[in-house]
């Protein structure tokens, strides 16, 4: 069995997918984050029984998985659009864990489907736009409806070293990850997500493959190779894209971590990403880097510095540099984090040079009980680039998740 990660960030402990190059919203860190017994401010374990029957399950069958059901409310002040977004997301996730059961070197069917709905006229994946800025003000909570984002299957090899993805994939899951890049739980402004913002597209529910593995104890890489042209509300589709367009996006990371274990804890690694033409819709190829130096300890603080820098391909920034910190005083009962970003609009993308802008980020995760965690959240955007005469916007959060 792989060696289990103990951290001060919910989203990443206790999990065997610490030694899986992958980052905390990947399905089997979600399960290993559900599964683990939390110090809940309320004390209250409502599920005790349901969790007892899904461990059963997955003893008889390899069978793990969960439901949640998540919810965002934005509340802009003063804004020259509308003033508030609201949406909700059901979600349904697991492994199969279907040869060498047990083992280290096992193989699993991983999946996740969504149905991803708006309360109000505007999603808060799109609320920036309502006052100027370019970014997205989080990146999952839209009006998509039903999605299918993981359908896969995963091996892992080599004694556990290695780790390989074939199917429908998430590239969120592995590309330029780190334990506070979590619009579900952590921050969910894109600038603070993989690549900063300064990258052509993560698809996901898309048709390719991942593999990556420990070179040595600490070095470790990881490449992948994904359809750019993917529509998760249809995977069928996936087929057709990439075998007849093969309009693909690349990745590859080299890292250094401290230990195995805690991989993404104490970690510098850098990103080269490439992205074919998409000639459907329009978008450019490009190419682009992305850096990423994170620390922890003992004490429950993270820093972090993080950019990234993109050559066209449909990027939202041209440059993009973000710094901060995760807290958590007591881990897996609240998580306090903190970041500020400054990015450069790409001029390809918007056709105009447009002004630097600013952001900062502060949001506050807490457990309630086993099952149930709120985050208020407050974003300030400065020189949003799209309303000149507008110089800030700002807008407070409540997201509530509810799992089982």
Same mark, same amino acid.
């Given at each position: 069995?792989?060696?289990?990660?103990?951290?001060?960030?919910?989203?990443?402990?206790?999990?065997?997918?610490?030694?899986?190059?992958?980052?905390?919203?990947?399905v089997?860190?979600?399960?290993?984050?559900?599964?683990?017994?939390?110090?809940?401010?309320l004390?209250?374990?409502?599920?005790?029984?349901?969790?007892?029957?899904?461990?059963?399950?997955?003893?008889?069958?390899?069978?793990?998985?969960g439901?949640?059901?998540?919810?965002?409310?934005?509340?802009?002040?003063?804004?020259?659009?509308?003033s508030?977004?609201?949406?909700?997301?059901?979600?349904?996730?697991?492994?199969?864990?279907?040869?060498?059961?047990?083992?280290?070197?096992?193989?699993?069917?991983?999946?996740?489907?969504?149905?991803?709905?708006?309360?109000?006229?505007?999603?808060?994946?799109?609320?920036?736009?309502?006052?100027?800025?370019?970014?997205?003000?989080?990146?999952?909570?839209?009006d998509?409806?039903?999605?299918?984002?993981h359908?896969?299957?995963?091996?892992?090899?080599a004694?556990?070293?290695?780790?390989?993805?074939?199917?429908?994939?998430?590239t969120?899951?592995?590309?330029?990850?780190?334990?506070?890049?979590?619009?579900?739980?952590?921050?969910?402004?894109?600038a603070f997500?993989n690549?900063?913002?300064?990258?052509?597209? /993560?698809? %996901?529910?898309?048709l390719?493959?991942?593999?990556?593995?420990? *070179?040595?104890? #600490? &070095?470790? @890489?990881?490449? +992948?190779?994904?359809?750019?042209?993917?529509?998760?509300?249809d995977?069928?589709?996936?087929?057709?894209?990439?075998?007849?367009?093969?309009?693909?996006?690349?990745?590859?990371?080299?890292?250094w971590?401290?230990?195995?274990?805690?991989?993404?804890?104490n970690?510098?690694?850098?990103?080269?990403?490439?992205?074919?033409?998409?000639?459907?819709?329009?978008?450019?190829?490009?190419?682009?880097?992305?850096f990423?130096?994170?620390?922890?300890?003992?004490?429950g603080?993270?820093?972090?510095?993080?950019?990234?820098?993109a050559?066209d391909?449909?990027?939202?920034?041209?440059?993009?540099?973000?710094?901060?910190?995760?807290?958590?005083?007591?881990?897996?009962?609240?998580?306090?984090?903190?970041?500020?970003?400054?990015?450069?609009p790409?001029?390809? /993308?918007? %056709?105009?040079?447009?002004?630097?802008?600013?952001?900062?980020? *502060?949001?506050? #995760? &807490?457990? @309630?009980?086993? +099952?149930v965690?709120?985050t208020?959240?407050?974003q300030?955007?400065?020189?949003?680039?799209?309303?000149?005469?507008?110089?800030?916007?700002?807008?407070?959060?409540?997201?509530?998740?509810?799992?089982?």
């Amino acid at each position: 069995m792989l060696l289990a990660a103990t951290t001060a960030v919910p989203g990443l402990h206790a999990q065997e997918a610490a030694s899986d190059l992958i980052g905390p919203d990947a399905v089997t860190s979600q399960l290993a984050t559900d599964e683990k017994d939390k110090p809940d401010l309320l004390g209250i374990d409502a599920q005790a029984g349901f969790d007892e029957w899904k461990a059963g399950v997955k003893e008889r069958t390899g069978l793990d998985f969960g439901i949640d059901y998540n919810s965002l409310g934005f509340a802009a002040i003063d804004s020259p659009g509308k003033s508030s977004a609201a949406s909700g997301v059901f979600r349904v996730f697991g492994t199969w864990e279907l040869y060498n059961r047990g083992e280290v070197n096992n193989g699993s069917i991983v999946f996740k489907v969504e149905n991803r709905h708006a309360y109000t006229d505007v999603a808060p994946s799109a609320f920036g736009g309502e006052f100027g800025y370019v970014g997205l003000t989080n990146t999952v909570f839209s009006d998509q409806g039903w999605r299918t984002t993981h359908l896969f299957w995963q091996q892992r090899f080599a004694d556990g070293r290695g780790i390989s993805y074939l199917g429908f994939l998430d590239t969120t899951d592995y590309v330029d990850v780190y334990p506070l890049a979590s619009p579900w739980s952590g921050f969910g402004n894109i600038a603070f997500e993989n690549g900063s913002g300064a990258i052509g597209g /993560t698809p %996901d529910g898309a048709l390719g493959a991942m593999v990556g593995g420990f *070179l040595t104890d #600490q &070095l470790y @890489l990881v490449g +992948g190779i994904a359809d750019a042209n993917s529509d998760p509300t249809d995977l069928a589709e996936g087929f057709d894209t990439l075998f007849n367009d093969f309009e693909t996006f690349k990745s590859l990371e080299f890292g250094w971590a401290s230990k195995r274990e805690e991989v993404f804890l104490n970690n510098v690694h850098v990103t080269f990403w490439q992205i074919d033409e998409k000639s459907e819709l329009g978008t450019p190829d490009g190419w682009g880097v992305s850096f990423s130096l994170v620390s922890s300890n003992d004490d429950g603080w993270m820093p972090f510095l993080r950019g990234g820098w993109a050559d066209d391909g449909g990027s939202l920034y041209e440059a993009s540099v973000s710094t901060g910190f995760g807290y958590t005083p007591r881990p897996g009962q609240a998580l306090l984090g903190v970041g500020l970003n400054w990015n450069r609009p790409n001029e390809s /993308t918007y %056709d105009a040079s447009l002004s630097d802008q600013y952001s900062l980020e *502060l949001f506050q #995760q &807490l457990q @309630l009980t086993e +099952g149930v965690e709120i985050t208020p959240n407050v974003q300030v955007i400065r020189n949003p680039a799209l309303e000149p005469s507008d110089n800030w916007g700002v807008f407070f959060g409540l997201r509530l998740r509810v799992a089982l």
